[in-house]
């Protein structure tokens, strides 16, 4: 207990930012192993400049 203590007084005042950091992690590892696990999923891509969105072959809807 009185090492507890010790740690609290050190580096509680960090907990927060450790479990937001964790947190973030492993937010970024789910959403990368989304793409991993479903390689035939439609990804989003990034774009330098903004345009339309258009979609295809959704639901089954040849257009």
Same mark, same amino acid.
């Given at each position: 207990m009185i090492a507890l203590e010790g740690w609290k007084k050190k580096s509680g005042s960090l907990i927060r930012t450790w479990l937001d950091t964790i947190g973030e992690f492993e937010a970024l #590892? #789910?959403? #990368?192993?989304?793409? &991993?696990?479903?390689?035939?999923?439609?990804?989003? =891509?990034?774009?330098? =400049?903004?345009? &339309?969105?258009?979609? =295809?072959?959704?639901?089954?809807?040849?257009?």
């Open positions: #590892s #789910s959403l #990368s192993n989304i793409r &991993y696990d479903n390689p035939n999923w439609a990804m989003p =891509k990034i774009a330098d =400049k903004p345009y &339309y969105i258009m979609a =295809k072959e959704m639901m089954g809807i040849d257009d």
